[in-house]
């Protein structure tokens, strides 16, 4: 690429690059390199409460898997899919030369998003989770929930997978679509406990804002994954978990981000030293994973942007290498 030109990827193009197996080993690099401390990446938030929404720009540099400049910018606009018949979160990504800082492309940011959060999602539960997990519970029916299903489902043999959502539409959708394209049967639920009883695996996936897990549903060595970015669990599946796993301290609690555990460190009931560990420290071996069958094991995320640079970064080589995108001179 000449300086000053950029290239433009679509969706569909940034879907030919890259799959759910290779985004799940980038997300591990990424989760590695921040172990390194070969990461420098933060974010904010804008909030727009009067359109019930807010626009969150990340910026993150990794130098490895490889090196990779990238600004995303995640909105979340609540309201869309029923007044506009739009999605409620949209992101767009930018990448830059990490040497001279000038942009190289701009690239549609759902599928990258829905393979990073899945994907570290699923390296969290390769470390945390019963490796004879046979039941898996998905709570949201959307963009997300499919997006968990195919990472899971790629690392995990499930018996029976359930799912549940306020949108009784949604659930059925969603049970037929992923169940043939998983070559699973997905059963629809009726309620919160009902898809949490006797779940191996609980993933939360929602733009909901209530307590949706109670720690009463949970069986012994279960695993549950809080991804949402709203309240969904009762506080008391994070005091009664055995370990509880962030992604990180900062973007979780200091920056105000998880509800639940926010309110519990502001009432004194939890605080850091009870975190059993931040994602990284399980990645690179510094802290063991799960440690028996009976443990409850608890994954917590907000979101990083390394594993978006990682994933980013393959896609623009992919893309080069094939020879796909649209060239736009900027100047
Ligand atoms: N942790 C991360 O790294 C990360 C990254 C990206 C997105 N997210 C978050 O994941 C969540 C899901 O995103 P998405 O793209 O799948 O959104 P989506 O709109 O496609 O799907 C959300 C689903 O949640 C359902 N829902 C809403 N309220 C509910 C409730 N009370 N109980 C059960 N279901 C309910 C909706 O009907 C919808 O089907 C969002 O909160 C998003 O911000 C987190």
Request: hydrophobic share 40%.
């Amino acid at each position: 690429m000449q300086p000053w030109e950029i290239l433009l990827l679509s969706d569909l193009m940034v879907k030919s690059c890259v799959d759910t197996k290779e985004s799940i080993d980038l997300c591990r690099k990424a989760i590695e390199a921040l172990a390194k401390k070969e990461v420098i990446e933060d974010k904010f938030y804008l909030s727009i409460e009067k359109r019930h929404g807010f626009l969150k720009p990340m910026g993150a540099y990794i130098s490895y898997p490889s090196e990779v400049l990238l600004l995303k910018t995640f909105s979340l606009f609540k309201d869309n899919p029923q007044k506009y018949k739009l999605p409620s979160i949209t992101t767009l990504i930018v990448l830059y030369s990490p040497e001279t800082g000038l942009p190289v492309a701009v690239m549609d940011g759902d599928h990258i998003t829905g393979l990073k959060t899945s994907g570290t999602t699923a390296v969290a539960a390769e470390l945390l989770a019963r490796k004879d997990s046979r039941v898996l519970g998905i709570i949201g029916a959307g963009f997300q929930g499919r997006y968990h299903l195919k990472a899971l489902n790629s690392i995990f043999k499930f018996d029976e997978v359930r799912v549940f959502d306020i949108s009784k539409e949604a659930m059925k959708k969603f049970a037929e679509e992923m169940g043939k394209l998983e070559d699973l049967t997905i059963k629809t639920t009726n309620s919160y406990e009902e898809v949490c009883k006797g779940a191996d695996i609980i993933v939360t996936v929602t733009v909901g804002d209530e307590p949706m897990v109670d720690a009463k549903w949970l069986s012994d060595g279960v695993f549950v994954a809080k991804v949402g970015s709203y309240q969904e669990l009762n506080p008391n599946v994070i005091t009664s978990a055995d370990k509880v796993v962030v992604d990180s301290w900062k973007y979780t609690v200091e920056y105000g981000r998880v509800k639940e555990l926010v309110g519990l460190v502001k009432s004194g009931k939890f605080s850091k030293k009870d975190l059993y560990a931040e994602l990284p420290d399980l990645v690179a071996g510094k802290k063991k994973g799960r440690s028996n069958e009976k443990e409850k094991t608890l994954y917590i995320s907000i979101g990083y942007g390394a594993d978006n640079a990682a994933i980013a970064g393959y896609v623009y080589q992919k893309a080069i290498e094939k020879g796909i995108g649209q060239k736009f001179k900027l100047k």
